[in-house]
């Protein structure tokens, strides 16, 4: 096989033997190792033979692949010992497009000389047949003209019709002379047509292709964009999902935000409200505690009702010496203090620590007194276990204990902790045993890991079954 490409000169040399037939050659065009779709062109054979003779071959040229030729070489060229330069020529839309050489080298036979060389065009050699045959034709034709010519003679001479007959007869040569010249000048013309034809139904099939890739091509790019949509669609509407759950949880935030400050102003009036309390209980308390350990110095003497000073040795009697020994009973209410029990009960009362009496049978002052006392609850204590304390329990699990201890959880309950470590993953808090409740922002949202800082106050607000961190 013999490879040409268009972009670079190489002549290549095949080997033949003079008289060879039948001799195939393969031949393949490329441009820049690009194969040329030959479909798009005509081609012709020019070989010069080692004795400057000429043959032009136009037929037995196919096309084996798309840039492949096979050509079936004629005798003429082979006819030759010698090197015989050849070329394929190209011609694309009726033009000469390129030119490619190569040589072949023809071995002499035995019988060099057995042949007459001669120049060759193949597809002429049709056209000098039928030219020949047509001068044979036309030799005829002007013999029988002469003929004609001479029997013309004769019948002019002899008829005068027959005169207007032969006039008659060379007018209609004359049209059919021309007639014939039309018929050649239109096969010309439609021979044109056709080939223009051709090019033209190659160029369609070309485009053809190019526009069935351009639509596949296009296809599928509407069914990617079609895929994209449908996915921009989806997205779209889960944003408006989460844009609307996000209106929706900051309207709750807000709401929550606007329930804790309320808590926190109530809470603080509430503290308020509890160290006035507080304030107040302390003065009655300092009192009380002056009045019991009057009235135990009184006892410890003697509490008999020998030792008494009053020779009235009734209650009553009891009562009064045993109020001018305390020396402060001036708030209680009791008119009529005729009952032991009557002034403990008022006692307890107006001090408010009725709740830390244990004795269930009131008939002894003594014993009502001294229970008071044992189980008097300092100003310093109750201030700072009932606002907060340090924790105990776990990173997870703190614990509180408030003295005196509430009784359950209200809402709006707050105070401050020390955390005894810094806190975990969802810690809760569990205040005198009531249970554990989770510990969260003030937002609503989970604490992050070691939100809350070993030894460093942290107020805390029960709102729900939730303590709010702030």
Known sequence: MIKFDKSRK????IKKKQYDTLEKITVSFYNNNIPINLNEYTFRLECLKADNTIVI???????????????????QITIVSGEAKCQIVLFKNGLQDSTF?????????????GVVSGSVITILDTLIKKIAEANTTN??????INTANITNTNLISKTTTANSTNTTLTETNTTATNTNKTLVANTT??????????????????????????IATANAANINLT?????????????????????????????????LITSTTNANAANTNLN???????????????????????????ITDTNLMTKDKTIVGGINELKNKIGDFRFLNTTIKTDVVDVVNELSDNTGNLNHLLTVEKKSTVGAINELDANKVSKTDFVANNNGGTTTGTATTYILTLLPAPIAYVNFMSFTILPNVDSGLTPTLNVNGLGAKPIINRDGTALAVSALKTGLPCYMMYINSKFYFN
């Open 101 to 113: 050489t190569f040589y072949i080298d023809i071995g002499a036979s035995v019988l060099q000389g």
């Open 139 to 144: 030799t005829t034709l002007i013999n029988t």
């Open 227 to 259: 895929a994209k949509t449908t996915t921009a669609t989806t997205t779209n509407t889960a944003l408006t999902v989460t844009n609307t759950t996000l209106t929706n949880t900051n309207a709750t935030a807000n709401t929550l935000n606007t329930t």
């Open 189 to 214: 013309l439609a021979n044109a047509s056709n080939a223009n034809l051709t090019a033209t139904i190659t160029t369609a099939n070309t485009s053809n292709t190019t526009l069935n890739t351009t």
């Open 57 to 75: 071959q136009m037929d037995n040229i196919v096309i084996k692949n798309i840039n492949e030729l096979e050509i079936l070489l004629i005798p």
């Open 276 to 302: 006035t309390t507080i304030t107040n209980s302390n003065a009655v308390k300092i009192a009380l505690d002056n009045s019991i350990a009057k009235g135990n110095l009184a006892l410890k003497q003697d």
């Open 10 to 13: 190489k002549y290549e040399i």
